[in-house]
């Protein structure tokens, strides 16, 4: 098993460029999260996604759209880029729900906005 | 939103030394889970701990949960180079959503 695949890898835009940052996932988890993290703060959550055509926000949305039409897949848009959103994404899933839900996460994607 | 502080923020240690790092938090955990981010990587889950009072042990590291479950520490025995990296607690929500803390970086020296 692959776990959690993310790509880029890395990834420079200029202001106002939109993105998709790719997320999969081969461990059949219905639960997936897209979280960034920034120096000091910890990881936020963005968006994320209880199965196939659910999605819903987490703590800092703006910015970003989610689409979940499979449960391998689960993209990350950036619409109008901003330098705000430089930061380190990383995609995680899960098998379950609270108390038990180890998250499995990627190895991240670390974008620059110039 | 529920606040999660770590303390400390750093700490640089020598091989064979013990330490202590804390999650702390305003309201009662639901259940807490502690990970460790390694540079260039996803964060690793470590523990889960749901009930107060619980202790967990994973070869020299240590995880106790409040008996109020609104704080838990991890202590790491004898530390090695390889427990470097970034310590983060992570409380439990609905569904997927976790809110981390701001995490402790770990530096053990030879």
């Known amino acids: 098993n692959a776990g959690v695949t993310q790509t880029p890898k890395f990834q420079v835009l200029k202001t106002g460029q939109s993105m998709t940052l790719q997320c999969a996932q081969d461990?059949?988890?219905?639960?997936m999260s897209w979280y960034r993290q920034d120096p000091g703060m910890g990881l936020r959550l963005i968006h994320y996604s209880v199965g196939a055509g659910i999605t819903d926000q987490g703590e800092v949305p703006n910015g970003y759209n989610v689409s979940r039409s499979t449960t391998e897949d689960f993209p990350l848009r950036l619409l109008s880029a901003a330098p705000s959103q430089t930061s380190v994404y990383f995609c995680?899933?899960?098998?379950?729900?609270?108390?038990?839900?180890?998250?499995?996460f990627g190895p991240g994607t670390r974008l620059t906005v110039l | 939103t529920q606040l999660l502080e770590q303390s400390p923020q750093f700490l640089s240690i020598q091989e064979g030394e013990n330490l202590t790092v804390y999650c702390n938090s305003s309201?009662?955990?639901?259940?807490l889970q502690w990970y460790r981010q390694e540079p260039g990587e996803g964060p690793v889950l470590l523990v889960t701990v749901v009930t107060g009072g619980e202790v967990k042990k994973l070869k020299r590291l240590t995880f106790q949960f409040g008996d109020a479950r609104k704080d838990s520490s991890l202590h790491i025995t004898a530390a090695q180079p390889g427990d470097t990296g970034l310590y983060l607690c992570a409380q439990g929500g609905t569904a997927s959503k976790l809110t981390f803390g701001t995490g402790t970086r770990l530096q053990v020296t030879l």
């Open positions: 461990m059949n988890h219905e639960y």
């Open positions: 309201s009662v955990f639901s259940s």
């Open positions: 995680a899933s899960s098998y379950s729900g609270p108390p038990d839900n180890e998250q499995f």
